[in-house]
């Protein structure tokens, strides 16, 4: 579940990234994730609630 957050917290950071044209290839993924573009957090939430979950699976094996 740590590989999961971990994944679509790099994806949240990419999409930031190309929404504010820091990327050289900020067109080409914007192209195809628009709306993900304008709205990083929608990949952001996912992701710090899934750490979260994670972190709930975690203490209840301790």
């Given at each position: 579940m740590?590989?999961?957050?971990?994944?679509?917290?790099?994806?949240?950071?990419?999409?930031?990234?190309?929404?504010?044209?820091?990327?050289?290839?900020?067109?080409?993924?914007?192209?195809?994730g628009?709306?993900?573009?304008?709205?990083?957090?929608?990949v952001?939430?996912?992701?710090?609630?899934?750490?979260?979950?994670?972190?709930?699976?975690?203490?209840?094996?301790?």
């Amino acid at each position: 579940m740590f590989l999961v957050a971990l994944i679509l917290a790099v994806a949240a950071g990419v999409f930031f990234g190309a929404g504010n044209s820091a990327l050289p290839w900020s067109n080409d993924i914007c192209r195809y994730g628009d709306v993900l573009c304008q709205h990083p957090s929608w990949v952001g939430v996912p992701a710090v609630l899934s750490l979260v979950w994670a972190f709930f699976l975690r203490v209840d094996r301790l």
